[in-house]
């Protein structure tokens, strides 16, 4: 093996990706390394193309030709990351007809695992997602925050060392949002996977990330990629002070000028 | 017994009264309208034939049922793993479908003749149509994201509809297989009345040839309990296996 130590630890890099859907071109340009075991957190304006880079890597779409795409150093195909990369979608879509433990073990049933065996490993990693005694309820039966931590389960039952976290706590309320924050962060700690997650929220972005990258206005493309050198443990009063505070007026900056783009470029439209 | 079953009861008995009592006020001749008590007294005189008779459509009705819903589910499930199969089934099984089946039944009568195997093709059409279809609408509607989410985990297509078509298809395919349960009885009797050597059509046949209208309505008071019993055991399963409505 002749690869560079930082190239074995590039786990994911994308350099100058373009997705186009008909006429509308997504993704322009799109260039971005992930090392390994670095939290990343993806902010940016509404519709700037944060779902297709996840749809991408997760394998579901390919970018148009010409980019490079490479993962734990190895140029492929979008398509060839399918089951290699553990996705977590915006909304759970948990199986109504499966309880608890059946959709947090469907990933490792599909890569053809015993299912008794899977079933065990979920019923023990069960009180880590706060979900102890709840293994034989159904999704109707479960809070938003519950069904969202079955979702997460699911998400690290599937052991990937990239995770794809899209708007994972979005729909929650605040309070229950900041506290899945801290606890996501707790069990990142223990189990220290490559994560790429995607925020609307610029405070979740820079509590959680090592590194936050804005995206730029459609067609998007990674407009600012600012570093976060807050100490881990992070704890809840971090976003009060002045080093956060500073990192926060950066980033909004960027996501003002983007947003503002997006919003004259629209408004034209409708004009 | 639930409130709702409570009052289904209630005014099935004051339909009777009403029937009882504009048939026995009104001093109508029991071929324009015999009176329920009349009937009823009917079907126990007739009830060895009756029986026969409705266990005979009951059969049909039955066999027709499993053959038409394995078919039109299988049919659904191939344009769905070979999507460019749809173009080629939808048009030709829309046209067949767009004849009553009633129409087709004295050609299935030539080639089935008139036992029970013309009768079980015909109610295999009917239940086939209106599950297939079902299906197929039960199949398309499936989340396209929860679809991407198995297919991130590496699911194939095989996988994805075992563990997500299929089930998220199950409460529209249930649906249809509930309408279904009627259609089968209705068509069952209708073919029978075409031609055959028993069953509750061919009772309802003959009892017109003989101008015996108290057994014609003996006839329909059977199958139309027949069909509400049919059309409640598959509703009851319905409820039993879609838990999570």
């Given at each position: 093996?002749?690869?560079?130590p930082?190239?074995?630890?590039r786990?994911?890099?994308l350099?100058?990706?373009?997705?186009?859907?008909?006429?509308v071109?997504?993704?322009?340009?799109?260039?971005?390394?992930?090392p390994?075991g670095?939290?990343v957190?993806v902010?940016?304006?509404?519709?700037?193309?944060?779902?297709?880079?996840?749809?991408?890597?997760?394998?579901?779409?390919?970018?148009?030709?010409?980019?490079v795409?490479?993962?734990k150093g190895r140029?492929?195909?979008?398509?060839?990351?399918?089951?290699?990369?553990?996705?977590?979608?915006?909304?759970?879509?948990?199986?109504?007809?499966?309880?608890?433990?059946?959709?947090a073990?469907?990933?490792n049933?599909?890569?053809?695992?015993?299912?008794?065996?899977?079933?065990?490993?979920?019923?023990r990693?069960?009180?880590?997602?706060?979900?102890?005694?709840f293994?034989?309820?159904?999704p109707?039966?479960?809070s938003?925050?519950?069904?969202q931590?079955v979702?997460?389960?699911?998400?690290?039952?599937?052991?990937?060392?990239?995770?794809?976290?899209?708007e994972?706590?979005g729909?929650?309320?605040?309070?229950?949002?900041?506290?899945?924050?801290?606890?996501?962060l707790?069990?990142?700690e223990?189990?220290?996977?490559?994560?790429l997650?995607?925020?609307?929220?610029?405070?979740?972005?820079?509590?959680?990330?090592?590194?936050?990258?804005?995206?730029?206005?459609?067609?998007?493309?990674?407009?600012?990629?600012?570093?976060?050198?807050?100490?881990?443990?992070?704890?809840?009063?971090?976003?009060t002070?002045?080093?956060?505070?500073?990192i926060?007026?950066?980033?909004?900056?960027?996501?003002?000028?983007?947003?503002?783009?997006?919003?004259?470029?629209?408004?034209?439209?409708?004009? | 017994?639930?409130?709702?079953?409570?009052?289904?009861?209630?005014?099935?008995?004051?339909?009777?009264?009403l029937?009882?009592?504009?048939?026995?006020?009104?001093?109508?001749?029991?071929?324009?309208?015999p009176?329920?008590?009349?009937?009823?007294?009917?079907?126990w005189?007739?009830?060895?034939?009756?029986?026969?008779?409705?266990?005979?459509t009951?059969?049909?009705a039955?066999?027709?049922?499993?053959?038409?819903t394995?078919?039109g589910i299988?049919?659904?499930t191939?344009i769905?793993?070979?999507?460019?199969?749809?173009?080629?089934?939808?048009?030709?099984?829309m046209a067949?479908?767009?004849v009553?089946?009633a129409?087709?039944?004295?050609?299935v009568?030539?080639?089935?003749?008139?036992?029970?195997?013309s009768?079980?093709?015909?109610?295999?059409?009917a239940v086939?149509?209106?599950?297939?279809l079902?299906a197929?609408?039960g199949?398309?509607?499936?989340d396209?994201?929860s679809?991407?989410?198995?297919?991130?985990?590496?699911?194939?297509?095989?996988?994805?509809?075992?563990?997500?078509?299929?089930?998220?298809?199950?409460?529209?395919?249930?649906?249809?297989?509930?309408?279904a349960?009627?259609?089968?009885?209705?068509?069952?009797?209708?073919?029978?009345m075409?031609?055959?050597?028993?069953?509750?059509?061919?009772?309802?046949?003959?009892a017109?040839?003989?101008?015996?209208?108290?057994?014609?309505?003996?006839?329909?008071?059977?199958?139309?309990?027949?069909?509400?019993?049919?059309?409640?055991?598959?509703?009851?399963i319905?409820?039993k296996?879609?838990?999570?409505?």
């Amino acid at each position: 093996m002749t690869e560079t130590p930082t190239e074995t630890a590039r786990l994911l890099e994308l350099r100058g990706i373009d997705k186009t859907f008909g006429t509308v071109q997504a993704v322009r340009g799109l260039t971005l390394s992930v090392p390994a075991g670095e939290f990343v957190t993806v902010v940016g304006p509404s519709g700037c193309g944060k779902s297709t880079l996840f749809n991408m890597v997760a394998g579901l779409d390919e970018p148009d030709p010409g980019g490079v795409l490479r993962f734990k150093g190895r140029s492929c195909h979008a398509h060839e990351l399918l089951g290699r990369v553990s996705f977590m979608p915006q909304r759970d879509l948990l199986l109504p007809w499966r309880n608890v433990i059946d959709n947090a073990i469907i990933a490792n049933e599909i890569e053809g695992a015993d299912r008794k065996t899977a079933r065990a490993r979920a019923l023990r990693m069960l009180p880590e997602f706060g979900l102890t005694g709840f293994e034989a309820q159904y999704p109707h039966q479960l809070s938003g925050g519950m069904r969202q931590r079955v979702a997460l389960m699911r998400t690290f039952m599937f052991e990937r060392e990239l995770m794809l976290l899209d708007e994972p706590f979005g729909a929650l309320d605040a309070l229950t949002r900041s506290m899945m924050q801290r606890w996501l962060l707790d069990v990142w700690e223990r189990h220290r996977r490559t994560v790429l997650f995607i925020t609307h929220d610029v405070d979740e972005a820079i509590f959680l990330g090592d590194r936050v990258l804005v995206m730029t206005a459609r067609p998007g493309s990674v407009k600012l990629a600012r570093p976060v050198d807050l100490p881990r443990p992070r704890s809840a009063e971090l976003v009060t002070s002045p080093e956060f505070i500073a990192i926060k007026r950066e980033i909004l900056a960027a996501i003002e000028e983007e947003s503002m783009k997006s919003f004259m470029a629209t408004g034209m439209r409708a004009a | 017994m639930s409130r709702e079953a409570l009052r289904g009861l209630l005014g099935g008995a004051l339909l009777v009264l009403l029937w009882e009592g504009v048939a026995c006020g009104f001093a109508l001749p029991s071929y324009t309208l015999p009176a329920v008590s009349e009937i009823l007294a009917s079907i126990w005189v007739q009830r060895a034939n009756l029986i026969t008779g409705g266990a005979t459509t009951l059969l049909e009705a039955l066999a027709g049922y499993a053959f038409g819903t394995a078919i039109g589910i299988t049919l659904a499930t191939v344009i769905i793993v070979l999507p460019w199969s749809r173009s080629a089934i939808l048009p030709v099984v829309m046209a067949v479908n767009s004849v009553p089946v009633a129409a087709y039944s004295p050609l299935v009568l030539l080639w089935f003749g008139i036992g029970v195997s013309s009768k079980i093709a015909l109610v295999t059409l009917a239940v086939g149509f209106t599950v297939f279809l079902s299906a197929l609408a039960g199949f398309d509607r499936v989340d396209r994201r929860s679809v991407d989410l198995l297919r991130s985990f590496g699911a194939g297509q095989a996988s994805v509809l075992w563990r997500l078509r299929l089930p998220a298809a199950l409460p529209l395919i249930a649906a249809g297989m509930r309408v279904a349960t009627v259609r089968s009885l209705i068509v069952a009797i209708v073919t029978e009345m075409l031609g055959a050597q028993s069953g509750l059509g061919w009772i309802i046949y003959q009892a017109v040839v003989g101008i015996d209208f108290v057994g014609v309505w003996s006839a329909i008071f059977v199958a139309s309990a027949l069909s509400l019993a049919f059309f409640g055991v598959i509703g009851w399963i319905e409820r039993k296996v879609i838990f999570w409505r």
